[in-house]
Structure formats: C-alpha cells, structure tokens
C-alpha cells in the first residue's frame, strides 16, 4: 500500500530530481525520494544505536540490559 503526499521542494531539487530520471539513474521522482528518505531514517536509527552503545547500557551486565531495551526498539521501516 501506498499514500500520496505532497511535499514542496525547491526548484534546484526538482530540476535535479529529473535529470536523474531523464538519465535514466532513476525511474521517478518519487523512487529518488523513496530512496533518500529510507537512507535519512536508516542514518537515524544508527545515531541512535550509537547513543545506546555510548551510553554504557549493558556495560556491567555483559550486554544483558542493551537487549533487554532493544527488544523493543522497531528494527525495520516499512
């Protein structure tokens, strides 16, 4: 399932949005979006693995207590 949004961008990212498709390096606009947003919200997750790991959570416990909290962090963007 899908939902279509709007969303205004500058002109500069729209010109460049079509010539990655009129190269043919991407099939649509919204496949270049799709892509970027998924890679921004990959980015954000890692930040924050990364501020659980230098947090010292699970540092006494052998990694016990890091489990325990990302049990239930969602692991998947759909």
């Not at 961008?9 to 460049?16: C, E, I, T």
């Not at 947003?37 to 699970?58: A, D, F, P």
Request: hydrophobic content about 45%.
């Amino acid at each position: 399932m899908s939902i279509q949004i709007a969303v205004r961008l500058p002109d500069q990212l729209v010109n460049s949005l079509d010539e990655l498709v009129h190269s043919g390096a991407a099939r649509s606009r919204a496949s270049v979006i799709e892509r970027a947003l998924l890679r921004e919200l990959r980015y954000q997750r890692m930040v924050q693995e990364v501020e659980i790991l230098n947090s010292g959570i699970g540092a006494d416990e052998d990694l016990d207590s890091l489990a325990r909290f990302s049990a239930n962090i969602a692991l998947e963007v759909d």
